[in-house]
């Protein structure tokens, strides 16, 4: 019997207009559909995907929200094992994942491990979070030599980034937006966020100080060559 392919599928930040044409064919295409489960109760990624997985069979995938690495990767054998035995079936399985799979995506763990036992994984990308942060803002991300650089915004210790000769995008910063906040105003540079970016519960703010509260889609950018530079 032929084996199963894996496909990690992005599926851009919430929008489901912002699926591409290649995501939708393999999502139809797909045996099964596997979820990322991160014990909320809610599968936002199945959400968003909505019709094209719909009378599917469903893979719940345990994705902890956690920084223990024992407890994080027994998770990931665990997934990566129940997906190897649906390609060993022979079926397609379609692992939804937001934004892009190769940007910060719980996917690529399950990617390298499913590939360590013999089988074959694709990766069809999606819109990352932080290009259509930007473009609901109206600002570009980079220009000209400007560089770009993106941080994982929750992960604390951003000063050398701040000092960076670059564009910032902060993403998923939720758990430490107020003190990247103060950080920003330390270094006197302004920010725009977006928040869910995509989502029915979108918010956009073009300054960041106007945001109050905190979500854990929290994207932040500090465009150093435009109007967010704050005057020296």
Known sequence: ????????????????ELLTLKAVRVLREADVIAVPDKGSGRRLALEIVGEHAAGKPLLSCAAPMTRD?????????KNAE?????????????????????????????????RARGYEARVVP?????????????????????RLLVVP???GGVDDCL????????????RSLEELRGRLREHSLKASAVVNCGM????????LEELEGSDYF??????????NKAEQ
């Open 126 to 146: 999606g819109v990352p979070s932080f290009c259509a942060a930007a473009a609901r803002l109206g600002k570009p991300l980079c220009l000209g030599s400007r």
């Open 82 to 114: 129940e997906v190897c035995a649906l390609l060993e079936q022979g079926k397609n399985v379609a692992f939804i994942t937001l934004g892009d799979p190769t940007v910060y995506s719980t996917y690529f763990y399950i990617h390298d491990r499913v």
């Open 218 to 227: 929290t994207l932040i950018l500090v465009d150093r060559d435009g109007e």
């Open 153 to 155: 915004g929750s992960h």
């Open 163 to 174: 000092e960076a000769d670059a564009n910032l995008v902060f993403m998923k910063t939720g």
């Open 1 to 16: 019997m032929k084996q199963g392919i894996l496909y990690g599928v992005g599926i851009g930040p919430g929008d489901p």
């Open 69 to 77: 690495a024992q407890v994080l990767s027994a998770a990931y054998d």
């Open 200 to 207: 029915a519960d979108e918010q956009v703010y073009p300054d």
